[in-house]
């Protein structure tokens, strides 16, 4: 653990509760929290957004929840079910905080969770897979400061469709003016999430 986080699970630093207010909630807070609301944890596809997300307590603690609701009777049905299922649960959870650092512990913290649990189901993750959620998590848990840049914060909606794709909806925290010259952002043709890689390409 770095700095004071390893004596008291909250803060880094005094130097960064100074810089950034930066102070997490503990994960015994964060169970107790989630447990008031167990009807959003019905459904894979829920939204969730943290608007400063730490290094990811929350984050993980709510994929947790989602990742326990897949099942093959409820998400069955294609080949790659399972892989499917999952990139669902990741997708409908977003996230903001200020610091990068941060940024990158809280996906490294999800996916690490997601290798566990694929390892404690007897699944081998296939490459097109770990690059598809590579994507996601990319998109979904960003850099920014929610209170005075929401309209430049740039996130994605992934509606799954069938046959295992996504079609995807870029919008922005808080919808700029659109006019003529920048019209509102239209729905993506849907593709599947064995080809998200490729798709990001330039």
């Known amino acids: 653990m770095d700095g004071d986080r390893g004596q008291t699970g909250q803060i880094k630093s005094r130097e960064r509760v100074r810089e950034l207010a930066e102070v997490y909630t503990p994960e015994r807070e964060v169970k107790a929290m989630l447990a008031l609301i167990p009807d959003v944890f019905r459904d894979?596809?829920?939204?969730?957004?943290?608007?400063?997300?730490?290094?990811?307590?929350?984050?993980?603690a709510i994929l947790a929840r989602k990742?326990?609701?897949?099942?093959?009777?409820?998400?069955?049905?294609?080949?790659?079910?399972?892989?499917?299922?999952?990139?669902?649960?990741?997708?409908?959870?977003?996230?903001?905080?200020?610091?990068?650092?941060?940024?990158?512990?809280?996906?490294?913290?999800?996916?690490?969770?997601?290798?566990?649990?694929?390892a404690g189901k007897g699944h081998e993750p296939t490459p097109e897979f770990s690059e598809a959620l590579g994507v996601i998590l990319s998109a979904n848990v960003v850099r920014g400061h929610t209170l005075e840049d929401a309209?430049?914060?740039?996130?994605?909606?992934?509606?799954?469709?069938?046959?295992?794709?996504?079609?995807?909806?870029?919008?922005?925290?808080?919808?700029?003016?659109?006019?003529?010259?920048?019209?509102?952002?239209?729905p993506l043709p849907a593709i599947h999430y064995r080809e998200l890689t490729s798709a990001m390409k330039p």
């Open 44 to 60: 894979i596809d829920a939204l969730f957004l943290e608007p400063a997300c730490g290094h990811g307590n929350f984050l993980v």
């Open 67 to 118: 990742l326990s609701l897949v099942s093959e009777q409820e998400h069955g049905g294609t080949p790659n079910w399972y892989e499917f299922a999952t990139l669902r649960a990741v997708a409908s959870i977003y996230a903001i905080d200020i610091s990068e650092d941060n940024v990158l512990e809280a996906r490294e913290r999800m996916r690490a969770l997601l290798d566990k649990e694929f």
């Open 151 to 186: 309209s430049l914060i740039r996130l994605v909606e992934w509606a799954p469709g069938d046959d295992e794709t996504f079609v995807r909806t870029p919008s922005y925290l808080e919808d700029p003016e659109f006019d003529l010259f920048n019209p509102p952002p239209e």
